[in-house]
């Protein structure tokens, strides 16, 4: 690959393995050569994500795989989708394998062939029928290696034209990370049907908390499509199996809808269509009104229903493979059925009603609280489960309710909202927010890998499970429960204009992140971590092992120093990322007093409660509800605890917030230390990227940790005495 061909290009870390390692290969014993490894330390941008290709660094590994693959066999390249395939298997190999291209075949002549297509394609079919090889789930795949009339070959088999495009990016992973490759046979297939991106991104150029430049989409210029971002943007989607991007905020503009501008949405669906990926739209419920001039938005006006199906109409004939729309109604000023009297389930059927026969959905937020659940509890934090559990069962089929992860917001810590495993008739798909609006806006480290672990592993105890399996949220939201049969997960895109995508570096770990869990939300956080940094950086081990115990400890501490036991809501509203600690309340913001800290959110015990606990199944209410059982790390969002506490450990509650908030700038320090220790062994373009964030963190981290002690130490009327180390 360019970077061991060019003269100029840095060659750094030459290392010999002196071991021999004996091999066992058909019976004889075989010594391989001693290995050398080498790393390029190139400056790169980050622009190339985990997409990099660098050569193999490992020689006796290289050698293997260019014997895997010596020659493609030239795939139907009328097919888009199986275009990208191949020309990502064209641009990945000749990096992996250090070439300028791999050649092309139309027949297989000799060991070494690359075949990729699905089970009706002419040489496929056969090799498939021959070899028993079959895949059956959606957008699955099967990568095999297979003899045909002696010459050994490697397959990509996938369902569809799609999976084939999993399939290649699996194997360019393969190869990336070195994995065994000496008998492979791999399969997979996503476990969630819709894996969607929601950018929240305005026709203006701006991206509401969006912390890495103005948005992707250039309006002015398109449809003319000026440089290569938003192909680049599909194939990073792509390789995680994302499938789905609703291009613009729920908060959004109609312009996105105007007739005057679907060639240019049509064009971006254009390129996102070769990457297997469905465009969708957020639109606004009074649309009727302010585009078309209507008296009234009312889902069961004739004209209003009418509206929206030409609408619909049009747009797909614009975009045929267009996936639907999202929507945010009744909340935060945006407008929805509720203003005529109808229900939420009305509005989002006559939504569905518009985009059923094109097979699109509609993705309907359960993001709704004050005014019109106003007559709601008290508590915001009840009221979402409050507003749409009455109405399950009244949704169509292809609506699907779209519930944030927690009953607040997107705040450090939350429980799993109860709206998850409450709404058992109707295809409840989550939100996720890869954007860290609550969680460091990309300044500070927050690896969200291992908060939706958290979310996605908890189990909601639903004791009238059909099934006998865990009801967790990732059971649930896989359809394994309740057999939903749309499924989903979203996530609020982080990226932006700037080079890297993701301005925090690291931060690119998230939206890997995010794909990965959507398509299959039972993956360990070790798997994910361990192969993005391999992919992003290099596969040297103390690379892999100094960056994930990072990464690893990175929300937990942001947690430590920002809202310690999921106390709330503590920074500032105006830009949800300064420490605010002036005001308080019960409504999912801080309550610290002398007698405790925390919301008390239970059912049973004494003073002012508002029954949270009482949303969630009987088994876990009563888990939630005593102080002694409640998880430790969401006692303070539903226990209003005394700071005497004696917590687990044998400190009290008080007590572990201040150790927790008088180490966090140290703990900043020791990251910054430890990606320091990695001087060298990445290149120093990215290297000097991350470090320079934590520095910045360090400077943060202190503030809110001063501002936090002060604040404790006011209202608890306990002086902190911890002390640094
Ligand atoms: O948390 C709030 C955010 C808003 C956002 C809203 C929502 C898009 O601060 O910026 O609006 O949630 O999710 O609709």
């Known amino acids: 690959m360019k970077v061991l061909k060019t003269a100029s290009s840095l060659l750094l870390v030459v290392v010999l393995l002196l071991q021999f390692t004996a091999c066992k290969n058909e019976g004889k014993n075989e010594r391989e050569e001693p290995d050398v490894f080498t790393y390029s330390t190139e400056d790169e941008s980050g622009y190339d994500l985990w997409l990099r290709y660098p050569t193999v660094s490992s020689a006796n590994y290289l050698k293997k795989a260019r014997e895997l693959i010596s020659y493609i066999l030239m795939p139907d390249t009328s097919r888009e989708v199986l275009y990208s395939a191949y020309s990502e298997l064209q641009r990945g190999l000749s990096g992996l394998l250090g070439t300028d291209e791999i050649p092309t075949k139309e027949e297989i002549d000799k060991s070494g062939a690359l075949i990729l297509g699905v089970a009706d394609d002419p040489i496929v079919s056969e090799i498939a029928s021959k070899n028993s090889l079959s895949v059956t789930d959606t957008d699955g795949y099967l990568i095999k290696k297979v003899n045909i009339n002696g010459s050994d070959a490697t397959l990509i088999l996938g369902q569809s034209d799609s999976g084939v495009l999993y399939g290649a990016f699996k194997l360019l992973e393969i190869l990336s990370t070195q994995e065994d490759i000496s008998s492979l046979s791999v399969s997979d297939a996503p476990k969630i049907k819709w894996r969607v991106l929601n950018q929240w991104d305005n026709w203006d150029g701006s991206i509401e908390r969006g912390y890495s430049g103005k948005s992707i989409y250039d309006w002015g210029t398109l449809p003319k499509i000026k440089d290569s971002r938003l192909t680049d943007f599909a194939r990073a989607n792509a390789s995680v199996g994302i499938n789905t991007v609703v291009i613009n905020n729920v908060n959004t503009s109609n312009n996105y809808i105007n007739s005057r501008y679907l060639s240019k949405i049509a064009a971006v669906a254009d390129v996102y269509r070769r990457y297997g990926i469905r465009l969708a739209l957020s639109v606004n419920f009074d649309a009727p009104s302010a585009l078309g001039n209507l008296t009234t938005n009312d889902p069961l006006s004739k004209d209003v229903i009418k509206w929206w199906q030409d609408k619909t109409a049009e747009i797909y004939a614009a975009i045929p493979d267009f996936a639907g729309f999202l929507i945010k109604a009744d909340s935060e000023g945006r407008s929805g059925p509720s203003k005529y009297q109808r229900t939420h389930a009305e509005g989002a059927n006559m939504l569905a009603d518009a985009l059923e026969p094109y097979g699109g959905i509609v ?19 009840n009221q979402s489960y409050e507003f749409f559990k009455p109405q399950d069962e009244q949704f169509k089929d292809n609506v699907i309710i779209q519930s944030k992860n927690g009953p607040r917001d997107f705040l450090p810590r939350e429980p799993v909202s109860p709206l998850f495993g409450g709404m058992k008739q109707t295809n409840m798909g989550i939100e996720f927010q890869i954007t860290q609006e609550y969680t460091g806006q990309n300044t500070d480290l927050c690896y969200l890998v291992s908060q939706w672990k958290y979310y996605l592993d908890f ?4 004791n009238d499970s059909p099934k006998d399996i865990p009801t967790t949220l990732s059971q649930i939201l896989q359809g394994n429960i309740y057999s939903e049969t749309n499924t989903l997960i979203a996530g609020v895109s982080n990226v932006g204009s700037c080079e890297s995508w993701n301005d925090g570096l690291l931060s690119q ?3 890997y992140g995010f794909g990965r869990l959507a398509w299959n939300p039972e993956l360990t956080e070790k798997e994910i971590t361990e192969t993005w940094i391999k992919m992003t950086f290099n596969n040297q081990e103390d690379v892999v092992n100094t960056i994930s115990k990072i990464l690893y400890g990175s929300w937990e501490l942001y947690e430590s120093y920002t809202s310690p036991y999921a106390m709330g809501m503590t920074a500032a509203v105006s830009n949800h990322y300064d420490p605010d600690l002036s005001y308080r309340n019960s409504n999912g913001t801080i309550c ?3 007698a405790g800290i925390g919301n008390n959110r239970s059912s049973t015990s004494k003073g002012n409660k508002t029954d949270a606990t009482a949303q969630y199944s009987e088994e876990l209410a009563a888990i939630l509800n005593n102080i002694d059982t409640c998880p430790e790390e969401l006692i303070c969002w539903f226990h209003h605890v005394s700071p005497k506490r004696v917590m687990s450990n044998g400190k009290t509650l008080i007590d572990n917030i201040y150790e927790g908030l008088v180490a966090a700038p140290q703990a900043v320090s020791d990251m910054k230390t430890a990606i320091l220790s990695l001087k060298g062994e990445i290149d120093d373009k990215r290297f000097a990227m991350i470090v320079k964030d934590f520095d910045e963190q360090y400077n943060n ?8 002690i002060k604040f404790f130490e006011q209202q608890t009327k306990i002086t902190c005495t911890a002390q640094g180390s």
């Open 363 to 381: 993705m309907w937020r359960a993001f709704v609280y004050g005014d019109v659940a106003k007559k709601l509890s008290d508590d915001i934090c």
């Open 459 to 462: 189990d909601l105890m639903l």
């Open 509 to 511: 770990a998230n939206w």
């Open 592 to 594: 610290v007093d002398r």
């Open 701 to 708: 981290s202190t503030r809110w940790s001063e501002a936090m």
